[in-house]
């Protein structure tokens, strides 16, 4: 009866998302470069409007990095026509709320207003991207704004020097090296002329989305965004031509220390795909698979079962020109990390000889058919999707066919997709130390 009912209850779920989740959009783009995207949905008075520049750490100088997060945030001190400290008031003032954030690839800035207010939201986006005062004053601010950023998320967060350790060591040449964040003497040792050449460069229409999604006449939105955006200068096209990696052919390992832990962690970090291949997607499932909640794999195996790990995590982190796949656990008591690796690897081999059960698969399914319908459950949601798949992935209709991906996985590709990239001799196993503080400290 259960069984009947699961079944159910997964078909109940197929049919609701493959008839009710299409989101309908329209394209276009201004002379200047600008891409523009509108998505039409009347049914609450919200408008979201959002710029994603196709511009992230590994755009910048190796010896200024941190230049993209940082605009994140200097590009928030002020315009010519909105006055330093003022921004954020302005917003909170009519009703509205705002936000950004960076990664290696992109950068993306976002208001919610009443819709009421659309016209100011393309204003004040019109005015970061034509109007911008990038001066030292706002350096200045925005450094320390920075560095004590970096203190919290990173410096003085225990385990929160893990990315920047498997990023140093999984990639040689190409910038995905250096984390997002950058280095703080790297900021310090940078001139006005830097920042603003950075600028002038990037933070250009033809390296830009815009997307209006939410409560909007289109006719009337076009013209708004023609007025306000028309005419911004069209900037030099960018060309990029990074160096490629060589291939992983020998296990490889590596050591990091910690102040602020006293619990080790082992690392086994592999590299894959571009987060645009069909294998990312697998890679996606696999994690979820591994270690998605309390019935996954490793959670079952050295958590529950045999007791051996504080906690134990699979994480698939896809990005434009690679990815990185990593496990990670915290042992138990007087447990080993070598006795956790491998519980781990015994765990992939399962994974890389046997198709996993046909309940599993169904777990599967049902979980990314549910993330698919809750990314797409708010007009913000749909806003970051269609400026996600058009900048990084250069397909915007993938808001409605990615799920076809997923779907269409099947459970042989997931053991093909686990020879082919979690292999023993492909990876780097870092050890994740704690560290004696220094003198002065406290303990």
């Known amino acids: 009866m259960k069984k009947r009912l699961f079944s159910i209850a997964s078909l109940l779920l197929f049919g609701f998302v493959s008839q009710a989740q299409e989101v309908k959009y329209e394209e276009y783009d201004l002379d200047n470069g600008l891409h523009v995207i509108l998505h039409q949905d009347n049914s609450a008075p919200v408008v979201t409007t959002a710029v994603m520049y196709h511009v992230g750490a590994k755009d910048e100088n190796p010896e200024r990095t941190g230049f993209a997060h940082f605009f994140e945030h200097l590009l928030f001190e002020g315009t010519e026509n909105i006055e330093r400290g003022q921004w954020f008031k302005i917003v909170s003032s009519n009703g509205g709320s705002n936000n950004a954030n960076t990664t290696d690839d992109r950068t993306y800035y976002y208001e919610v207003f009443p819709s ?14 034509l109007h911008p005062v990038i001066n030292q ?7 320390e704004v920075v560095k004590e950023e970096k203190r919290q998320r990173v410096d003085n967060q225990p385990y929160g020097g893990i990315i920047e350790n498997i990023k140093k060591h999984m990639f040689k040449k190409h910038p995905y090296r250096w984390t997002t964040i950058g280095e703080m003497a790297h900021l310090d040792a940078a001139t006005l002329d830097e920042f603003l050449a950075f600028n002038k460069k990037y933070y250009v229409p033809n390296n830009a989305t815009l997307v209006v999604a939410g409560d909007i006449d289109k006719a009337k939105t076009k013209k708004m965004i023609q007025d306000y955006f028309g005419a911004v200068p069209r900037g030099k096209d960018i060309v990029r ?10 296990e490889f390992k590596a050591k990091a220390f910690d102040q602020n832990i006293q619990i080790p962690a082992i690392i086994a970090a592999y590299r894959t795909s571009s987060f645009k291949t069909r294998d990312a997607r697998v890679l996606d499932m696999i994690s979820s698979y591994l270690s998605s909640g309390k019935s996954s794999k490793l959670y079952k195996r050295l958590v529950d079962d045999k007791k051996m790990a504080l906690a134990v995590q699979a994480v698939n982190l896809s990005q434009e020109d690679y990815g990185t796949y990593a496990l990670f656990a915290l042992p138990l008591g007087d447990n080993s990390l070598e006795s956790l690796v491998a519980e781990i690897d015994e765990e992939i081999k399962k994974l890389q000889t046997d198709l996993i059960s046909e309940k599993d698969y169904q777990k599967l399914q049902n979980k990314f058919e549910n993330n698919y319908v809750n990314s797409n459950s708010s007009v913000e949601g749909i806003a ?3 400026a996600r798949y058009n900048v990084l992935y250069g397909d915007t209709n993938l808001i409605n066919t990615e799920i076809d991906i997923y779907r269409s996985i099947t459970r042989e590709e997931i053991r093909e997709i686990a020879n082919k990239y979690l292999k023993s001799n492909q990876r780097l196993l870092l050890e994740y130390l704690p560290a004696e503080k220094t003198s002065g400290e406290k303990k």
């Open 116 to 129: 009421n207010n659309l016209e100011l939201g393309l204003w004040m986006e019109s005015e970061r991207m």
């Open 384 to 386: 970051n999707s269609l």
């Open 137 to 143: 004053i706002g350096v200045d601010t925005q450094n």
């Open 241 to 250: 031509n990074f160096p490629k990696e060589n291939p992983v052919t020998k």
